[in-house]
């Protein structure tokens, strides 16, 4: 008999996760009743916003409850369906968390087309992530061509399209990212106009030589001294999408932000998002974004995890920055 | 001869402003030229913005030059006119600054019909800072009928006119201000639903008592530790209108703001902003505000100090929150 292998939540972090908060257990594969599928899940998507959920505390997203299946983004293929709209074979993204199998009513489950571009894609640059990016980027920060858009974790899921996407739209795209094979990446790959590596001890000063006519939109996925160091780069009138804060999410004491005052001295719209939120944006922005992948205008890179048994330690490493691009585990 | 006294920039403050940045003179009163009027200033307005003119950085507005009038508003009455569009006896506002006389082309220069209420009001209720709560709540925070709305410096010529508003809107008016005297006036004779006294020592327990259904707008004057404290209160999809932090204005150390994690949990939009920029809202405002004020819906209060030598001192009284209301020094 199949078994289900299932990463729970074994114990909430105090400050950095550990392997320990974590727990691998084998089920039985469940049988799909009528009105159901089966689906096996070919990738597992790793988040940030998984952080969040780990806590017990108020947040935008129901808490993962412990001695539960972590929750998460997956893609994979229908393998038994007694449901009309599924049929075996059909290629779907789900939201079945870290298992290697799924099964449900199908409701939030969308068939995609691997046919042209592989499946993990839809866990990110035309999935989560990169709706992320282009809601952060279009819709909240708006920006004009010529002016100037940065964006933090500018390697990562979110940032490496919000870059590129800024790019598309005529604007100077200055990316922040740790270490120079990150920001060498984002620069001779991606086509970002400069890179700042926050690891370098310069922050500032690169900041400030990356943005010589200062910053009109931020597109934040880190928070801290990172975001000090943006706000005193802002000039008048431009705006911060707060997609995530991952330099907070185990930091057992906040970091105080010292510049807030430029908030109000530049008159600098923030906005913090969740991309669900925003499901009207969804479609229009898939359709640009499958668009982008198809005509070459839109890269993306992937760090894949081999065997669901390797995600808690995955997970660790991206909230440690140790991915490059969308982090993702294969499980078949 | 008339002499002119005038309050001059002496010196830019480090840290607090006392007396000995300003300097006092006597100058000859001008002599309007063709097309220009002289206006003999009974009013000057005391604003929190002035404090960061003072200062030698980059702010929205321009930095006052040391050695020049100190900026500011006032009212006062037309003595001499070589402009058809102003005649003598006419009462106008302007911004004249820190001096008992004022001449220019009346760019700027408005009547105002001082028959039915005190000339003084045109520089608070039914002027900028009515002018900047209105814009900040009611363009800014955009609050429902229902919903909670906090606002700091609560006793002030801003802040009293912002939960009043909230108050008409069909809100829960919350204000914290200094001292029981300041809450108790803002509970008992402006209407607010409740008022915490910052003071106090239980900032956090008595907004939470304050606010028992969360925050959905915050106006904020003062920032620093009230910030983090509303920040706390915060319900999903509140609105931050950030129009002063006043606390930070003679602060050497920035204070560190903790709780901006709550911004992105929350999705809260915070939006800073200076009245000035958005010059389209100040009829429809004015016009609010008048009716308000004449139909007895909206209360201000005023502390008036006498003689414009006394101005240094009770603009300094106002960064330190001595003012009750509307600060104004009377000059005739």
Not at 82 to 97: E, L, R
Not at 113 to 133: N, Q, R
Not at 294 to 322: D, M, W
Request: with cysteine.
């Amino acid at each position: 008999m199949a078994t289900n292998m299932q990463v729970l939540l074994a114990s909430r972090p105090v400050g950095w996760v550990t392997e320990e908060n974590f727990k691998i257990v084998n089920t039985p594969v469940a049988k799909p009743a009528e009105g159901q599928i089966l689906v096996r899940n070919h990738y597992l998507s790793l988040d940030p916003y998984m952080r969040g959920r780990m806590n017990d505390t108020k947040s935008y997203a129901a808490k993962q409850e412990i001695d539960q299946v972590m929750v998460g983004g997956t893609v994979g293929e229908v393998i038994e369906s007694k449901n009309p709209k599924f049929k075996v074979g059909d290629i779907v993204t789900g939201a079945y968390g870290w298992q290697q199998y799924g099964c449900s009513d199908g409701t939030g489950v969308n068939k995609v087309d691997a046919s042209k571009v592989p499946m993990s894609a839809y866990l990110g640059v035309i999935g989560m992530p990169g709706v992320t990016a282009w809601v952060g980027l279009l819709d909240i920060c708006q920006p004009k061509a010529g002016e100037t858009v940065v964006v933090s974790a500018a390697s990562g899921a979110v940032g490496s399209a919000v870059g590129q996407i800024a790019k598309l739209k005529g604007c100077r795209a200055v990316g922040i990212a740790g270490g120079k094979e990150k920001c060498d990446y984002v620069v001779n790959e991606l086509g970002f106009d400069a890179c700042v590596d926050y690891k370098a001890g310069r922050l500032n000063q690169d900041l400030k030589a990356a943005t010589p006519d200062g910053i009109d939109c931020y597109f934040e996925n880190v928070g801290g001294e990172i975001l000090d160091a943006v706000l005193k780069r802002t000039n008048a009138f431009s705006r911060i999408a707060v997609c995530g804060l991952i330099s907070q999410y185990n930091a057992t004491e906040p970091y105080g932000v010292k510049t807030f005052q430029a908030i109000l001295t530049n008159r600098i719209k923030v906005q913090g998002f969740i991309v669900s939120d925003r499901l009207n944006l969804w479609p229009p922005a898939l359709k640009d974004l499958a668009d982008w992948v198809a005509t070459g205008k839109l890269k993306y890179r992937e760090t894949v995890a081999h065997g669901l048994e390797s995600a808690p330690k995955a997970f660790i490493g991206l909230l440690k920055g140790q991915n490059f691009g969308k982090q993702l585990v294969k499980l078949i």
